[in-house]
């Protein structure tokens, strides 16, 4: 979705992401099971959380659970880019952020995600000037209205949560941090799995092995998914090479020696 705003639901599912257990389990009572079973929640006078902020290292699934929430819950999704908000002019911004909420309401249920949120609440005075402080406070406005904001939840990741104004982390606003944190060993399996499960992955291969390796150290997500696409290309390249223009037989899985290879060529 190249356009600013546009909502759609997402095709990420549970499975394609790894890991990630514990967010999974806190999305499905904050969000999903909330718009799927709403009466499940009537009567115990509860006040649930409708705004999170997701922070960590860069390439570990924030934008993915994210997808992967609206696509469980059957919510509409809409993606934007915090510093898109801010490439306006004058009293412009103010209104996107509007016109963005109200957009979100007439397709609730819906997810509004906020990528690089930081680039919109920086701390007021200091870094962004009086642009992002009258982007904030509207922001701050919308947000604040979350009775009239009935099945719309707010999302937003950063890689910098230590920039941010305070204000925005209160309830009722970004009011849920959730740390997304780099996989450990056993995790960075359960990712090449996710990853691998739409791809010709031979038998012999074990992932889980795979993902415990020193080589894999500090990999993120994103490193993962590199890897994984590399390993395909150099199985792609096997095949390529050897059937030539024919149709044979060919070797067309993606085996261990193509893993080791692309550990190779990446890193
Ligand atoms: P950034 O802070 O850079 O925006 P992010 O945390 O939002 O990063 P994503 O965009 O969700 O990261 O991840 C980038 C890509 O890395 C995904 O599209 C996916 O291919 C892969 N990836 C990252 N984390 C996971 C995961 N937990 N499971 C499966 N794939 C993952």
Redesign the pocket.
């Given at each position: 979705s190249k356009r600013e705003g546009f909502s759609v639901i997402p095709n990420v599912k549970w499975e394609?992401?790894?890991?990630?257990d514990y967010l999974r389990k806190e999305f499905d009572r904050y969000i999903v099971r909330r718009i799927k079973y709403p009466e499940d929640y009537e009567g115990f006078g509860v006040d649930l959380e409708t705004g999170f902020l997701?922070y960590?290292?860069?390439?570990?699934?924030?934008?993915?659970?994210?997808?992967a929430v609206a696509n469980e819950a059957g919510a509409n999704f809409i993606h934007i880019k915090g510093p898109e908000l801010l490439n306006k002019y004058v009293g412009e911004s103010e209104l996107a952020v509007r016109t963005l909420f109200s957009r979100a309401r007439t397709c609730s249920p819906c997810i509004l995600f906020f990528?690089?949120v930081d680039a919109l609440a920086t701390k007021r005075g200091k870094e962004g000037g009086w642009v992002v402080e009258r982007l904030l406070n509207q922001l701050l406005i919308e947000l604040d209205g979350a009775e009239q904001r009935q099945g719309v939840f707010v999302i937003g990741?950063?890689?910098r949560p230590g920039v941010m104004d305070r204000a925005i982390l209160r309830p009722g606003r970004f009011g849920k941090l959730l740390y997304?944190p780099l996989?450990s060993p056993d995790?960075r399996g359960?990712?090449l799995k996710?990853?691998g499960r739409k791809k010709p992955i031979d038998a012999s291969v074990d992932l889980s092995a795979l993902g415990r390796m020193e080589a894999c150290e500090n990999f993120?997500?994103?490193?993962?998914?590199a890897l994984m696409n590399e390993a395909a290309m150099v199985a792609l390249e096997d095949k390529l090479t050897s059937t030539k223009s024919t149709s044979d037989a060919a070797p067309c899985t993606i085996k261990s020696t193509h893993f080791e290879r692309a550990l190779g060529k990446i890193s």
């Open positions: 394609d992401v790894g890991g990630l997701l960590g290292p860069p390439g570990c699934g924030k934008t993915l659970i994210a997808k990528d690089e990741a950063t890689n997304v996989p995790e359960l990712i996710a990853l993120s997500g994103a490193d993962l998914a």
